[in-house]
């Protein structure tokens, strides 16, 4: 009888383990379009298994350049699979992806719920939203974002760059996979709030 006590706490201390785990750090697999022709603003989960713009270069079907907005140069750093600077990805940065045909990516990764995005003063930052995010638009974003001044996004169906303000212009919806540009008031860190 004692076993089979013993053995019946031990099965709900192993499902109160993993509930608390997977509730911590959820896993995603997503497919981004990615349009020929255009600048492909893209978002990667916090952890991912790109450690450069070679992996994922390579890991896109079609791929011409994969690119950074570098703040610390500040200049674009471009990646081609041969040429440029093959820049190591970091967690919570967008990134901008050409290809030579439309295509889906597939991107599979999780999220860093103790992860800070650096929001650098008098530069875009190009930001990752968490695929889990409780911001919804562009407003609920610009709300998140300490300092905020602007969040931006490449529209490749308009082609236009849509902004909002806080009060003005246009409050666009988020999507999964994508990625924004955000500018500051102040320097100073962004802890992305998510589900």
């Known amino acids: 009888m004692r076993t089979k006590v013993l053995l019946g706490c031990a099965v709900v201390l192993m499902l109160v383990v993993s509930v608390v785990t997977i509730g911590s750090n959820m896993g995603f697999k997503i497919s981004i379009p990615l349009t020929a022709g255009y600048s492909n603003y893209v978002s990667l989960p916090y952890y991912n298994s790109y450690a450069d713009a070679t992996a994922m270069f390579n890991d896109i079907t079609g791929a011409s350049v994969v690119s ?3 703040n610390a140069t500040p200049i674009w750093e471009n990646w ?3 040429r440029g600077t093959n820049f190591a990805v970091t967690a ?3 990134y901008v992806v050409q290809v030579s045909a439309t295509t889906n990516w597939i991107v599979v990764g999780s999220h860093n719920p103790g992860l800070a ?3 650098t003063v008098n530069y875009s930052n190009y930001i990752s ?3 889990h995010t409780t911001a919804t638009n562009a407003s609920t974003l610009f709300t998140q974002i300490p300092s905020a001044s602007v969040i931006s996004r490449w529209n490749n169906a308009t082609p236009i760059w849509e902004n909002w303000t806080g009060a003005r212009g246009t409050n666009f919806a988020l999507t999964v996979g994508e990625g924004y540009v955000a500018q500051v008031s102040a320097t100073g860190t962004w802890p ?3 589900y």
């Open 68 to 70: 950074r907005w570098n």
């Open 117 to 119: 995005v650096t929001m």
């Open 80 to 82: 081609t699979g041969a």
């Open 192 to 194: 992305p709030a998510h």
């Open 92 to 94: 919570g940065e967008a």
């Open 129 to 131: 939203v968490p695929y």
